[in-house]
């Protein structure tokens, strides 16, 4: 289309470092795909968040695609953007919105975990398998579908690997934690833990994991520790980006998220949720 805004939206972090790693991800896949005109804006913590960020891509006319840079879809994938869009639909008749699907758990990010975990292998000299461990270790969310994206992902690892403890951990929100999930793979007597994070770009959790693997090979010094990148620039993110524009504005390619994630609401408001869909069943901690 002629005239065309792909609208990026991350999620926005107190530290500094993480908005400015989601703009040079945004300057990178413009020089990727020039014929692209790619605009940033964030949920929270950052100066353009998402109402502004619709204002503007709306006053070039046209289309505008908005595009959630997010692994899991959460209350901010399922509810806050489809309601941003529902006002900036009524500001701005004239103006087609396409809201595209989130990136999800599927073989790309598979591809991406297998990578940084046989990177982390190398860092501990290529151990045992069957005596090492694997935590993966999500942001953590009250809705249980966005949690259940981390453990298919755990299982996919469990599945395609060699490894007797595959385990999900989470930084917040929900259980089980990174030093409760350590402690049962410690018991069980692995001598290698690699922490796999699941996340795309810095913040303060990923400092905080950080904090907290320092900690616990102080308080493991029997266990060799190996800590994974977080995903961030990796091939399998842009592809996936594309993928997910081509089929929101492909008419015959039209998903489910086509209706802005008006299922979800349909559903949260059913059980009487109100705007976010909470959720505090128990998570399984492994996928043994």
Known sequence: MKNETILLVGHGSREQRGNQEIEFFAEQ?????PQLNIEVCFIEFAEVLVEEGLSKAAQRGGRVVVVPLILNAAGHVKMEIPEHLEQARLRYPAVEFVYCPHLGANTEILAI???NLAHALTQLDMPDPHNTGIVLLGRGSSDRVANGEVAKMAR????????PWVDIAFTGITHPRLESVVQRQVKLEARQIVVLPFYLFTGTLIERIRRQVRALEI??????????????????IYVLLEQRIREATDPTARRMMECDGCKYREFSADHGQGGHAHDHSPVVASVQ
């Open 156 to 163: 996919w690892l469990y599945e395609e690997g060699a490894h």
């Open 113 to 115: 975990l297998k990578r």
């Open 219 to 236: 308080q493991y010094p029997q266990v060799r520790f190996a800590l994974s990148g977080y995903f961030g620039f990796e091939e399998e």
């Open 29 to 33: 896949w413009r020089g990727r795909q």
